[in-house]
């Protein structure tokens, strides 16, 4: 005889294109910051677990990188693409993230991605705060409700949580009845390393802009708590010369903005204060380099 939960929980995984505000979202879902998040797109390169327990219901978010156009492009964008199209497996409910009227042809390759797909959809339609006439909005609803009559839209805003709770309580009524997985004061199920990680690299994302060079990512050496304090040393990855010296800046006064900016950022999430060291080391073809990807943790999540 099967059991009766009088409690939820499921799996929901939030896709779409880069820079449509999925880690954005997240954030504003668990009301503090998860998931790094910059204008550059292609800011998330692994999933991320966001639990949200609410009374009797258990949200387990997973945060993906943008689904993106990968051919011909190096074994890192080929790692994030997976990275996201393995995470709708085993899945209850699928968010799927669009900007207001604008749709690209990325967009269309997660849409057809998500036709073959046999499980709920709701379409959050991201960023409408930014429209002067909210009617802009509605030949989109209607093209996307064509496209996937099942599907349930919601137009909303990540950033300034506009109809967020609607978007939650949609995907409420999908969650399957069980037990919860996770402890309700649990958020994730990264550890500490994987955000001293990625808050380095969000700063650095956010300090470079254009200037980024996009072969970089941030690995943690040391990661070692004495007394109050938390003593982090962090090694900063590059191809060429060139790129460390864009990192670094003149006279150091990059790389130390972005330590310090960094610094602030993990005291507040660690509740520690925190001693942050970085190095910039160039690592010649790492981002097409499997071998490499996986010791960096790039090849986890596929």
Not at 17 to 43: A, D, H
Not at 273 to 297: C, F, Q
Request: hydrophobic share 40%; net charge neutral.
């Amino acid at each position: 005889m099967q059991a009766e939960f009088d409690t939820r929980c499921g799996y929901i995984v939030l896709v779409g294109r880069p820079n449509v505000g999925k880690s954005t979202l997240l954030n504003r879902i668990l009301g503090q910051k998860l998931s790094i998040t910059s204008r550059r797109p292609q800011t998330t390169r692994h999933q991320v677990l966001g639990i949200n327990t609410i009374d009797k219901d258990q949200f387990i978010y997973v945060d993906t990188p943008g689904i993106h156009k990968a051919v011909g492009k190096k074994a890192i964008n080929h790692a994030m693409n997976r990275a996201a199209t393995t995470a709708l497996r085993d899945v209850d409910v699928i968010v799927f993230l669009v900007d207001r009227t604008r749709w690209t042809d990325e967009d269309e390759m997660v849409m057809q991605m998500l036709e073959r797909q046999s499980l709920p959809v709701v379409i959050a339609i991201n960023k409408i705060d930014r429209l002067e006439d909210k009617s802009a909005v509605i030949p989109t609803i209607e093209a996307l409700s064509k496209r996937m009559p099942e599907a349930e839209i919601v137009p909303m805003a990540a950033l300034h949580g506009n109809n967020v709770d609607a978007l939650e309580q949609t995907v409420a009524k999908h969650l399957p009845k069980g037990i919860h997985f996770f402890p309700e004061d649990q958020i994730t199920d990264r550890n500490q390393r994987f955000f001293a990680a990625e808050l380095v690299r969000e700063k650095i994302m956010r300090q470079l802009g254009d200037e980024l060079p996009y072969e970089m990512t941030v690995e943690i050496e040391q990661f070692k708590v004495e007394g109050r304090t938390l003593h982090i040393h962090a090694t900063i990855l590059v191809e060429r010369d060139s790129q460390k010296r864009i990192v670094i800046g003149s006279k150091g006064e990059r790389m130390k903005k972005i330590g310090i900016d960094a610094r602030k950022d993990m005291e507040m999430m660690f509740g520690l204060k925190v001693m942050l060291n970085l190095w910039v080391k160039v690592k010649s073809g790492w981002s097409d380099d499997e071998r490499a990807l996986r010791s960096l943790g790039y090849m986890d999540d596929a």
